[in-house]
């Protein structure tokens, strides 16, 4: 399984960036996120099918999780961004159809992309 996240780059608040994650099959995918010091927490995740999500609470209403089965290519649309949202954002997949946020959970794990939200 081989994961390959970009779209990362520097946004003022309040703007959007969209970050894209490539993978060579289909899987149960997530989004996850890591600032400097803090433990990675999960962001977004969604099924295989692309018909069940799941979001934080930090990120609801302003994030959205999509994928293109045809292309094996999953998304995170990222709107209305804060400072607080500057991380390292990782993409990961899971072979179990069950949508999980637990970073343990995942088996693989794309290289990360930068997201940094200016103030």
């Known amino acids: 399984v081989q994961l390959q996240a970009s779209g990362g780059g520097l946004v003022q608040a309040g703007g959007s960036l969209r970050v894209s994650c490539a993978a060579s099959?289909?899987?149960?995918m997530g989004w996850f996120r890591q600032a400097p010091g803090n433990e990675r927490q999960f962001v977004a995740g969604?099924?295989?099918?692309?018909?069940?999500?799941s979001y934080v609470d930090s990120v609801k209403g302003r994030f959205t999780i999509s994928r293109d089965n045809a292309k094996n290519t999953m998304y995170l649309q990222m709107n209305s961004l804060k400072p607080e949202d500057t991380a390292v954002y990782y993409c990961a997949a899971r072979i179990s159809e069950t949508l999980l946020t637990t970073p343990s959970r995942y088996e693989y794990w794309g290289q990360g992309t930068l997201v940094t939200v200016s103030s």
């Open positions: 099959g289909s899987y149960t």
């Open positions: 969604i099924s295989r099918s692309g018909a069940l999500t």
